[in-house]
T-cell receptor, first 114, second 112 residues
Framework: GAGVSQSPSNKVTEKGKDVELRCDPISGHTALYWYRQSLGQGLEFLIYFQGNSAPDKSGLPSDRFSAERTGGSVSTLTIQRTQQEDSAVYLC????????????FGPGTRLTVT | GEDVEQSLFLSVREGDSSVINCTYTDSSSTYLYWYKQEPGAGLQLLTYIFSNMDMKQDQRLTVLLNKKDKHLSLRIADTQTGDSAIYFCAETFAGNNRKLIWGLGTSLAVNP
């Protein structure tokens, strides 16, 4: 079946612009995670959605970062007023939820802020 | 605190076994994972182990967990050039929404 998809695959933006990154999880997966992979920091958790519960935003690095998940499916990560330190690969993962603990990752969006 | 450590590089000959090691500090870890990342590709879940287990085997992969020493290893039998990749160890622990805490990854080079 279809895996997690993300778009765009690459995004180059100027410092100060806003960007939106999209994630389509595996159909039926109730849990969705965003992570960031950068050279200096490795892989970091950003935000977690589970069903209709309030998201866990504890990993968002600043208030310029926000995310939403509409209809329990597609998620959008928004970065406002991008900075050069935001350059990284942004990875989305989904999980079946409940007793299942596997997380399946999309190919990521490589964000470059110039 | 949350900390996962791995050695950064490992080089083996094709056909040998590879052993990639990981240590973690949080004794309340519930699940431990191994992911594989090939150049330019996403993260592929290889296997995971529940913290009350000490071993899990899946074809060429063997995971060993020493909970007392907080040490996790991944053994790849009969390593092939296609196994060249970065291998990440990750953990989740009780009450943290199963967010993954990651090591920095071990780059495995397989030489013919």
């Amino acid at each position: 079946g279809a895996g997690v998809s993300q778009s765009p695959s690459n995004k180059v933006t100027e410092k100060g612009k806003d960007v939106e990154l999209r994630c389509d999880p595996i159909s039926g997966h109730t849990a969705l995670y965003w992570y960031r992979q950068s050279l200096g920091q490795g892989l970091e958790f950003l935000i977690y959605f589970q069903g209709n519960s309030a998201p866990d935003k504890s990993g968002l690095p600043s208030d310029r970062f926000s995310a939403e998940r509409t209809g329990g499916s597609v998620s959008t990560l928004t970065i406002q007023r991008t900075q050069q330190e935001d350059s990284a690969v942004y990875l989305c993962a989904s999980s079946p939820g409940q007793d299942r603990v596997e997380q399946y990752f999309g190919p990521g969006t490589r964000l470059t802020v110039t | 605190g949350e900390d996962v450590e791995q050695s950064l590089f490992l080089s083996v000959r094709e056909g040998d076994s590879s052993v990639i090691n990981c240590t973690y500090t949080d004794s309340s870890s519930t699940y431990l994972y191994w992911y594989k990342q090939e150049p330019g590709a996403g993260l592929q879940l290889l296997t995971y182990i529940f913290s009350n287990m000490d071993m899990k085997q899946d074809q060429r992969l063997t995971v060993l967990l020493n909970k007392k020493d907080k040490h996790l290893s991944l053994r790849i039998a009969d390593t092939q050039t296609g196994d060249s990749a970065i291998y990440f160890c990750a953990e989740t622990f009780a009450g943290n929404n199963r967010k993954l805490i990651w090591g920095l990854g071990t780059s495995l080079a397989v030489n013919p």
